[in-house]
């Protein structure tokens, strides 16, 4: 009679481990981080990030084409900002005609289906690299609301689906949708970076964008990552304020977050796989010490088996690529 229970009758098989398996992944679980620059023709590789481009317009609503055909559902888009467009007022931010605005049109154009999430914040469009304005050596907390109001809903006029804050702003949210509400976009939605950590690992994605803190850090208005209590003060004060969908940022490093967040909360989920962790996977499997899809999809995995309802992720081709 012994042992009575014996739990490996449920992982004997290939075909029982599939029966009995809580995890799943699909297309439909990904968010595509999209890289737009000003050109015609242009793919360049981000060093940090080998296999990720920076690409121009023309070559976006390809890209946008493939990943539709591929199964894909939504990408998120960030732009890199010519450095003559920066100042401490994120005005190229407004900008109708701006690279961001001409992105989500040209995307919408190209593949109507397809959602589009534009990032919001100033960092880009930052002589300083910040996510908000600068007065000081302070960033201001409700002048850059201010400014994100209309950045999202410039975005949402050009046709973004989704705006996804990522500043960490107090306020912002509500800032946001009553600016859209304001002016008939009661329709567009609001991802907020709820949860997001002043993280070590952004570092490849500043690379891709050129938008490094030129002086200090994150640390006064990103979280403190020995933070958990926070994270869920934020969450829940995102979703009052009208988030639809809350996001956690970094990944694998705060699944805990993940999990406490997806117990707390009753809106969907969405995790951010950051550049630093692609670039970690990448760099070891490039040395031979990490077996690449192996690993890939063993984090994609536990991304999803914390909590995630959404995983945003520079893995979402290859990702879907081996899951069909
Ligand atoms: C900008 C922003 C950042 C990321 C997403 N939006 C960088 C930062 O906060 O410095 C990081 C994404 C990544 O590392 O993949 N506000």
Redesign the pocket.
Same mark, same amino acid.
């Given at each position: 009679m012994y042992p009575l229970r014996r739990n490996r009758r449920l992982r004997s098989t290939a075909s029982i481990r599939a029966l009995v398996r809580e995890t799943t992944l699909s297309p439909n679980d990904f968010l595509v981080p999209l890289f737009v620059v000003e050109g015609k023709g242009v793919k360049e590789e981000i060093p940090s990030m080998p296999g990720y481009y920076r690409m121009s317009l023309d070559l976006l609503s390809e890209e946008a084409k493939e990943l539709q055909a591929m199964g894909l559902l939504a990408v998120l888009l960030f732009v890199k900002v010519d450095d003559s467009l920066k100042d401490n007022a994120g005005k190229e931010a407004l900008n109708p005609n701006g690279l961001m605005q001409r992105a989500v049109k040209t995307i919408k154009e190209a593949t109507p289906e397809l959602l589009v999430m534009t990032?919001v914040?100033l960092?880009p469009y930052s002589q300083y690299g910040h996510?908000g304005i600068v007065e000081d050596g302070q960033i201001l907390n409700d002048a850059t609301n201010d400014v994100l109001a209309q950045m999202a809903l410039s975005h949402a006029m050009a046709g973004a689906d989704f705006v996804a804050p /990522?500043?960490m702003m107090d306020g912002r949210v509500l800032r946001i949708r009553q600016a859209l509400d304001e002016q008939g976009k009661e329709g567009t939605g609001i991802m907020s970076y709820s949860a997001k950590y002043a993280s070590a690992?952004?570092g490849?994605?500043?690379d891709a964008l050129d938008s490094a803190p030129g002086f200090g850090d994150?640390k006064t208005y990103?979280m403190d990552p020995a933070n958990r209590e926070e994270a869920i003060r934020e969450t829940e004060m995102d979703i009052d304020e009208g988030a639809d969908i809350v996001m956690v940022k970094p990944g694998l490093c705060y699944l805990d977050i993940v999990r406490e967040i997806k117990n707390a909360v009753e809106v969907p989920v969405a995790v951010?796989q950051? /550049?630093?962790e692609y670039a970690m996977l990448k760099a070891a499997a490039e040395k031979g010490w990490l077996e690449h899809d192996a690993v890939m999809l063993e984090q994609l995995t536990a991304i999803k088996r914390a909590g995630a309802d959404i995983i945003a992720t520079y893995f979402a081709r290859e990702a879907v690529k081996l899951l069909s």
């Open positions: 990032d914040a960092d996510d /990522s500043d690992f952004y490849p994605f500043r994150k990103q951010y950051v /550049s630093g």
